[in-house]
DNA sequence: ACCTGAACACCGTTCAAGT
DNA sequence: ACCTGAACACCGTTCAAGT
């Protein structure tokens, strides 16, 4: 009765192809962040030496344009398959359908850690791109723009959510040439640090203090999407 | 007749602060880009040793924080004082002013190589920011928006444009699983692999190739732009 | 107060050489 | 066809020691 052949020799090296390289690299980047991603880390996940990982990737640049490719292909997945192919039955117009798709490509960037920075860092032109321009050129189509509209308005829509993202996930930092330094949470420091501000100069922002510290981002988020839907029925 | 100290002992160490370093930093980022910046090759810059740099520097993280709290500085006195205050005799409305000062931000993105990149890296609340935040919430409440809405508008309005030129500027490379690998010219070969797509999946991608491949991303820039400004007065 | 020297634990990439 | 070993030219950061 024998064992499967896997199991011969004890801990085998795992198979390895770059659509394999590309995925544990973006498990790295999830998992540790998008600095934390380093060939020889990459590589010891698959017991090999850093320098093969270039047997299968040209550069850690080349791979980089592979995860963003492989991260294009999921969201469409993520964000047009399942999202609205399933509820594309309902009677609902192009704006809405547009306004689900942009939220949940949100979602798809939120869930998955630096991925607005890496996919902002490149534009990799493919099929995977063209996956998710096609659904939006037909829909601004519809909506009655012209194909040169339709191009621009898929391009921005596409660059805000990605911009949005990239903004929201940044790192805060407090940096203030006044006196005070206290160490409070980091939250109820720009509070402190914007009611810090000059009253004369700055009266709108320092009013504004609540609202810029602890912002609703999904109804930011909706605010800026509905303002540029909108704007493109109106005309 | 005695010549000025300075000249006493030849090629003396450059004077060092924390604002001249920020400002060589900014030199070297323009000149090599964001990469090419390392503490020794800023160190190289006084005639110092790297390790030199963290008496005035707690690290690189911290430096490219002040960093951008000069560009947002510098992007304040570009964008508002010379353009807007110069200008604001003339009787425009609150929108126009706005477009002209996001036109007058995207240009000084573009003029200064990979600001859009550090600036879009992490969120760095100070006085500099607040100068940029305090115009628009005044031009956007003269709109008509309340105080939560004028917030909404001003931080959406400059993720937008940091977002766009983001985009605009992110380098380009092809990812295609096809036969063909030719090589001539990127934008060439970017409409020549948009043209490969498969014509029964990505109809209105290849029929959109041509906008696609050769872009007039100022126009775009503006139809982004103003969509959204009209959306907001259409509210 | 300001700077050095040397070290530590890393990087991406190349390349002859192995199997 | 696939992988190693060793090297090259770099990184950010720390820290005792110098002036």
């Given at each position: 009765m024998p064992r499967t052949?896997?199991?011969?020799?004890?801990?085998k090296r795992s198979p390895i192809s770059t659509e394999l390289l590309v995925d544990t690299a973006i498990d790295l980047i999830e998992a540790d962040?998008?600095?934390?991603?380093s060939m020889r880390r990459l590589a010891d996940r698959f017991g090999?030496?850093?320098?093969?990982v270039y047997w299968y990737v040209a550069s850690k640049d080349h791979m980089l344009d592979l995860v963003v490719d492989r991260l294009l292909g999921l969201a469409y997945e993520n964000?047009?398959?399942?999202?609205?192919q399933q509820r594309?039955?309902?009677?609902?117009g192009p704006e809405q359908t547009l306004r689900r798709m942009a939220v949940a490509y949100r979602a798809f960037l939120l869930a998955h850690p630096d991925s607005a920075k890496v996919i902002s860092s490149r534009l990799v032109v493919g099929s995977s791109l063209a996956q998710l321009f096609e659904p939006l050129l037909d829909l601004f189509s519809r909506l009655g723009l012209d194909q040169r509209d339709s191009v621009h308005a898929s391009y921005v829509l596409l660059g805000y959510i990605q911009g949005f993202v990239l903004q929201e996930t940044a790192p805060l930092s407090l940096v203030t040439r006044s006196p005070t330094d206290d160490r409070s949470s980091t939250l109820k420091q720009m509070e402190a640090a914007l009611g810090r501000l000059d009253e004369e100069r700055f009266p709108l922002t320092r009013a504004a203090a609540a609202d810029l510290a602890k912002p609703d981002l999904p109804s930011r988020f909706a605010f800026g999407l509905d303002r540029f839907l909108a704007g493109l029925t109106a005309k």
């Open positions: 052949t896997q199991e011969k020799s004890s801990t962040g998008l600095e934390a991603l090999i030496q850093a320098a093969s964000v047009f398959v399942e999202n609205v594309g039955s309902e009677d609902e």
